[in-house]
């Protein structure tokens, strides 16, 4: 088991460094400011519901910054990827995929940034009351 979780961890951080550390960063901030603030929503449902609400709001508006963080990294990963075959002159198929596969992993990042915080939003405006 322990060794099933090392190897998990070990794609993630692979992956994560692969994206870019600037924007993968971001987008992990993003990520985690979402899930405080649901956090802190869920806790302040019964005390202050208007309370509550702001932290809805906060961690919507968090996660979509996450998401657009994850489109604007993969919007300059495939700038830098064109100057680069541009640069080379031809390229193959298989640097091709590379290149896109790299690109592509801010914006499936951010978007894990906005879906999985959407999914604590929509439970939490269901209880939230008013």
Known sequence: MFMLSVVFLNVFVDRFMEGGPLFMSLILI????????????????????????????????????????????STIGMITAFDAIESIGGISQGMMAAGLKVAFLTTVFGCITFILPRIGIIILKGLQKG
């Open 30 to 73: 993003c990520l985690l400011l979402a899930i405080a603030f649901l956090v802190m929503g869920f806790v302040n449902l019964k005390k202050d519901v208007l309370k509550s609400k702001k932290m809805t709001k906060l961690a919507s508006d968090v996660s979509m910054l996450g998401l657009v963080f994850g489109f604007l990294g």
